[in-house]
């Protein structure tokens, strides 16, 4: 395959376990094998070795680089900013490509104009058939149709150059991948779908995962910052419910109000409002899902921390990114 553009395949890592198997699956995938895999240990303090073996046949293409806990943009701009190939390819060390991925993505790069910087891969959640699925289920199926996800996302290294590549105000593994996208589309250059296909498994999460989660609301007030409000049409995202939280976090505060100031029938009226709120929010994860004693345990306490939860970051976003401006390019 001399007439396939050469590849470079960039994974940030954390050191979980699952990264085995993600080089594992790599270097089982025959074809069109990588120039070069660069493993970036985003560790704070690492305190064991990575799991360099399962790369098999690939463990002398294997460079690892570390960032000591910078976040995963920057993990990814430290390892695509040593790429000497003319495409980076993103992985997330949670994911599994499968046998068929290096011979299709070398189609994918093959076929691909001068005008095309990005090719993102196809992503599968396997989910079990037999029951309805979880909360954590269904947001990890979401990703299925997630556009420019950096799971398995390939970019032309000049299309990262020419951006500055993913922009580090973004500490979370989340709406850094939609910035790119739309940084690279404004340079000119087009995004398409690719061929190959990539496993994405569902990670166990613990009950109230979801109050964490809410940290990530700030960084969509940087993104609503860097590229205005129909940026969600743009980069193909859910908008999620931030209007309803509001509404529910409001009608809390408007009870206390009032109660403090001794509007009875005010206060009474707020907190008809807030309950329902609570309750439908509650409804809306609770009826999709396998209706276990845990899962609703769990929903249930959470639907009522999560919308305060969410408006909190939500103005911390909008307040510490206030006059947050885009990077400018490099090229």
């Given at each position: 395959m001399t007439d396939v553009p050469a590849y470079t395949v960039v994974v940030?890592?954390?050191?979980?376990?699952?990264?085995?198997?993600?080089?594992?699956?790599?270097?089982?995938?025959?074809?069109?094998?990588?120039?070069?895999?660069?493993?970036?240990?985003?560790r704070p303090a690492p305190d064991g070795e990575l799991p360099l073996r399962a790369a098999g046949?690939?463990?002398?293409?294997?460079?690892?680089?570390?960032?000591?806990?910078?976040?995963?943009?920057?993990?990814?701009?430290?390892?695509?900013?040593?790429?000497?190939?003319?495409?980076?390819?993103?992985?997330?060390?949670?994911?599994?490509?499968?046998?068929?991925?290096?011979?299709?993505?070398?189609?994918?790069?093959?076929?691909?104009?001068?005008?095309?910087?990005?090719?993102?891969?196809?992503?599968?959640?396997?989910?079990?058939?037999?029951r309805p699925l979880t909360e954590s289920e269904r947001n990890t199926r979401c990703l299925e149709n997630a556009a420019w996800a950096t799971a398995d996302m390939a970019y032309r290294t000049a299309a990262l150059t020419r951006v500055?590549?993913?922009?580090?105000?973004?500490?979370?593994?989340?709406?850094?991948?939609?910035?790119?996208?739309l940084r690279v589309r404004r340079a000119g250059?087009?995004?398409?779908?690719?061929?190959?296909?990539?496993?994405?498994?569902?990670r166990p999460a613990h009950g109230w995962a979801s109050l964490p989660a809410q940290r990530a609301i700030a960084d969509d007030a940087l993104t609503n910052r860097l590229h205005g409000r129909d940026w969600w049409d743009r980069a193909r995202a859910p908008r999620g419910r931030l209007s309803r939280h509001l509404a529910v976090?409001?009608?809390?505060?408007?009870?206390?109000v009032c109660a403090l100031a001794g509007r009875r029938r005010?206060?009474?009226?707020?907190?008809?409002?807030?309950?329902?709120?609570?309750?439908?929010?509650?409804?809306?994860?609770?009826?999709?899902?396998?209706?276990?004693?845990?899962?609703?345990?769990?929903?249930?306490?959470?639907?009522?921390?999560i919308p305060p939860l969410a408006v909190r970051h939500w103005l911390r976003g909008v307040v510490r990114h206030r006059h947050a401006q885009p990077p400018g390019d490099t090229g």
């Open positions: 940030p890592t954390i050191g979980r376990p699952c990264l085995a198997e993600c080089l594992g699956a790599l270097a089982a995938a025959p074809g069109h094998p990588p120039h070069e895999v660069i493993l970036v240990d985003d046949p690939l463990l002398d293409r294997v460079r690892i680089l570390r960032t000591g806990g910078k976040g995963p943009a920057a993990a990814r701009n430290a390892g695509w900013r040593t790429v000497e190939t003319p495409w980076t390819v993103f992985l997330d060390d949670d994911v599994q490509v499968r046998a068929d991925w290096s011979r299709l993505l070398a189609e994918d790069l093959r076929e691909a104009g001068e005008d095309v910087g990005g090719i993102q891969g196809r992503l599968h959640v396997p989910l079990p058939p037999d500055g590549g993913f922009d580090e105000r973004f500490p979370r593994a989340f709406r850094e991948d939609a910035d790119l996208a250059w087009s995004l398409v779908w690719g061929r190959r296909i990539t496993r994405h498994p569902v976090t409001g009608a809390a505060l408007g009870t206390a005010a206060a009474i009226a707020c907190a008809a409002l807030w309950t329902l709120g609570t309750a439908e929010s509650a409804l809306a994860r609770i009826l999709p899902g396998p209706r276990s004693a845990r899962e609703i345990a769990g929903v249930l306490g959470t639907s009522v921390l």
